[in-house]
């Protein structure tokens, strides 16, 4: 008995051009088809329940200065008043500070 073939349908959206070519480039590279990439893109929307990466309105930027300002209010910066104990932290020497 032949096993069934998987019943296929057929996805199309309109993306930019220089955007497709890019990414199909890097499926190129690393061994994919489209298909193959989407495919892989599908199960992990399965996997995670959701898309797999994070979509938000922040920019990288304003997402690192957020995760910054947690660092320095969890403790895990030394605030530095000076130039002189600035050098001095460089240089191992924080004795004074």
């Known amino acids: 008995m ?3 073939a ?10 930019d051009k220089e955007l497709a070519e890019q990414a199909e480039q890097i499926f190129s590279d690393i061994g994919l088809t489209t298909t193959s990439a989407l ?14 990466f994070e979509l938000t309105r922040i920019t ?9 300002q ?6 895990k910066f ?6 002189e104990e600035l050098s001095r932290l460089l ?7």
């Open 2 to 4: 032949q096993a069934k």
């Open 6 to 15: 998987h019943e296929k349908k057929r996805i199309q959206a309109n993306i």
């Open 39 to 52: 495919t892989a893109f599908y199960k992990q929307v399965i996997a995670n329940d959701g898309v797999p």
């Open 60 to 68: 990288p930027k304003e997402k690192l200065d957020r995760v910054v």
């Open 70 to 75: 947690q660092e320095i209010v969890a403790g």
């Open 78 to 83: 030394k605030k530095v008043s000076s130039r």
């Open 91 to 97: 240089v191992g020497d924080d004795e004074e500070a």
